[in-house]
């Protein structure tokens, strides 16, 4: 089994334009999640899905959509990136809303 | 207040010796609390999970959980150089889809 699985694992994007951050999990899990990690700051929920067909939004929302495509992924797109998005982004998957969260590799995106 | 408050450190340790890493949490109606291990440039790691007051052990790692005092912790015996990362502290509540992380401790293990 790969796990969490996150392409690309590096970016870089000039100030917006726009770029998809994939995201697949083979756990037959149900609930993935979307974060972010700036020094200092710990990790920071963007959305999160828990379960298919349902998404939410978590601490820090603005700026990004996400898609839950079915139950292996789910994708994270930034329509108009912005330097304050420079940052690495961690997919997360889990069994539920309960239970461990288990992340992909990451992606390290910079936006100039 | 933070939610979920741990010290940044770093916190040295001399190999072999225990090392005691601490987080406090605001949310009385915390239920599921949770410790991963983040090597500089990696992604966070699954150490353990405790739902239930006391200890638990696995391996070289014990967590405890206090709900009435509001901390969990994690203390690694026997500790290595190779144990040298951030630990992350996270508590899910019991009304939230989500896991609420602290900012980590930095711990570092010298021979």
């Known amino acids: 089994n790969a796990g969490v699985t996150q392409t690309p694992k590096f970016q870089v994007l000039k100030t917006g334009q726009s770029m998809t951050l994939q995201c697949a999990q083979d756990m037959n899990h149900n609930s993935m999640y979307w974060y972010r990690q700036d020094p200092g700051m710990g990790l920071r929920l963007i959305y999160y899905?828990?379960?298919?067909?349902?998404?939410d939004k978590g601490e820090v929302p603005n700026g990004y959509n996400v898609s839950r495509l079915n139950k292996r992924e789910f994708s994270l797109r930034l329509e108009s990136a912005a330097p304050s998005q420079t940052s690495v982004y961690f997919c997360?998957?889990?069994?539920?809303?309960?239970?461990?969260?288990?992340f992909g590799p990451g992606t390290r995106l910079t936006v100039t | 207040q933070k939610e979920v408050e741990q010290n940044s450190g770093p916190l040295s340790v001399p190999e072999g010796a225990i090392a005691s890493l601490n987080c406090t949490y605001s949310d009385r109606g915390s239920q599921s609390f949770f410790w991963y291990r983040q090597y500089s440039g990696k992604s966070p790691e699954l150490i353990m999970f405790i739902y239930s007051n006391g200890d638990k052990e696995d391996g070289r790692f014990t967590a405890q959980l206090n709900k009435a005092s509001q901390y969990v912790s994690l203390l690694i015996r026997d500790s290595q150089p190779s144990d040298s990362a951030t630990y992350l502290c996270a508590v899910k509540t019991y009304n939230t889809d989500k896991l609420i992380f602290g900012t980590g401790t930095r711990l570092q293990v010298f021979p």
């Open positions: 899905s828990a379960s298919e067909g349902t998404t």
């Open positions: 997360a998957s889990s069994q539920g809303p309960s239970y461990e969260q288990y």
